[in-house]
């Protein structure tokens, strides 16, 4: 039923209304990736400082409009919330014409001058990414609240907020586990890979969950392929000083090397054969090699032992979503 300010619309209001009340979901490709930037969220507001939730709230929404395939927004955060006439603004969306779009943010209630809770603050922020939503992915002229829209706030939430016990482990969690910890979980991936493929049908395999999100056969590929890749920035920061790494592109591989038509089986064995390379070369490392970084084109200088983290976190993260994609969930 539609909101109560419906009816002062014009024709072409309601339109637009219906429109948005029509798009109930918004799927976000590899969520599983978001996932991490929005605990770091978490962190940074709880820390109650605002450069770091201002950086924080950027890396979010940065990583939200790369999931959703539209253009990036400029976010910016603010201290204590000011006074609106219907109570206090908790949010901001401004589109000037001729500007680049802005998110604003504010992390302190006006009264109390308090920090907000987390999930408030969450909330918030997809709320806004939701208006920037209306007009660069679902190309609506006008962005107005309605049932459709406050679903896709509340999708979002759920793809990134995962209920408790369910909740995958961010890669600080992996990274506080003991290097041994690490190897070993590297050592079971493509057992259970294995498991988790066995007696699924090619059509099963092959079939994505949504037009979005990866199939088990493409996840298998990707594990593949990435691990070559892992291997050659070894191999590298091994033989060279802080080399700066080029970018990879894993959705460009899917799609030049036709993922979606590999056999899965033998995508997993090419897998589990480099696996067992990159772990007899991590095995016979001496103690300060893994000490011994390169430039990441994202992420800064990384060291072999950071590598083996992100590794161990990238495993976990995919057997998720390759499992997810056999249950037909995205």
């Not at 995958?168 to 290097?179: F, G, L, N, S």
Request: with cysteine; aromatic share 6%; charged share 30%.
């Amino acid at each position: 039923m539609p909101f109560r300010y419906y009816a002062r619309l014009s024709r072409s209001q309601k339109a637009t209304y219906a429109k948005s009340d029509g798009v109930p979901l918004l799927r976000l490709r590899r969520a599983e990736e978001v996932r991490p930037l929005v605990r770091a969220l978490e962190v940074a507001l709880g820390s109650e400082s605002r450069e770091r939730t201002q950086a924080a709230s950027d890396h979010l929404i940065r990583g939200l409009t790369d999931a959703l395939g539209i253009r990036a927004v400029r976010v910016e955060v603010l201290a204590a919330r000011p006074h609106a006439r219907s109570g206090e603004l908790h949010g901001l969306y401004e589109a000037p014409r001729g500007a680049r779009p802005t998110i604003t943010l504010w992390m302190r209630t006006a009264k109390q001058r308090r920090v907000v809770a987390f999930r408030t603050f969450l909330r918030t922020l997809l709320h806004e990414v939701g208006h920037h939503v209306d007009y660069t992915l679902l190309k609506l002229p006008d962005s107005f609240h309605t049932e459709g829209f406050y679903k896709r706030e509340s999708s979002l939430f759920h793809q990134l907020v995962l209920p408790e016990g369910d909740a995958m482990p961010t890669i600080e969690d992996v990274a506080k586990r003991p290097i041994e910890q690490q190897l070993d979980r590297l050592g079971r991936t493509a057992h259970d890979l294995a498991e988790a493929i066995r007696g699924q049908a090619d059509a099963a395999l092959s079939r994505r969950p949504d037009q979005k999100n990866w199939a088990a056969t493409e996840v298998l590929c990707h594990l593949r392929d990435t691990e070559e890749s892992f291997m050659g920035r070894f191999h590298t920061i091994l033989a060279m000083d802080e080399p700066k790494l080029f970018p990879i592109d894993p959705d460009r591989w899917a799609d030049e090397r036709q993922y979606l038509r590999a056999d899965a089986e033998h995508a997993l064995r090419a897998f589990r054969r480099r696996r067992e390379e990159s772990l007899g070369l991590l095995r016979g490392l001496a103690a300060e090699a893994w000490n011994r970084g390169a430039i990441h084109p994202v992420k800064g200088r990384m060291t072999v032992r950071e590598f083996v983290t992100l590794m161990a976190w990238h495993d976990d993260n995919h057997l998720d979503q390759l499992k997810r994609a056999l249950e037909g969930r995205a």
